[in-house]
């Protein structure tokens, strides 16, 4: 998977995130149609921008924006 693709899976999760307000890793598969790979690389460009939160137990922890 090239830097590219993981930008545009950031955008795919950024959106949904935007529109429908705070998911779990199931829910954020659900809405973006990316696999697990795909959601965990995007997750972690997001988290090294600033741009998401993370709460929860390590097997069921919710996503967020940030507010910047």
């Known amino acids: 998977m090239i830097k590219n ?25 659900n809405a973006t149609q990316l696999d697990d790979k795909e959601i965990h690389l995007a997750l972690g460009w997001l988290s090294r921008e600033k741009k998401v939160l993370f709460w929860g137990e390590e097997n069921d922890y919710q996503i967020c924006l940030t507010e910047n």
């Not at 930008?7 to 998911?23: P, V």
């Open 5 to 29: 693709e993981i930008g545009e899976n950031a955008g795919k999760i950024w959106n949904a995130l935007n529109e429908l307000g705070e998911m779990n890793i199931l829910e954020l598969k």
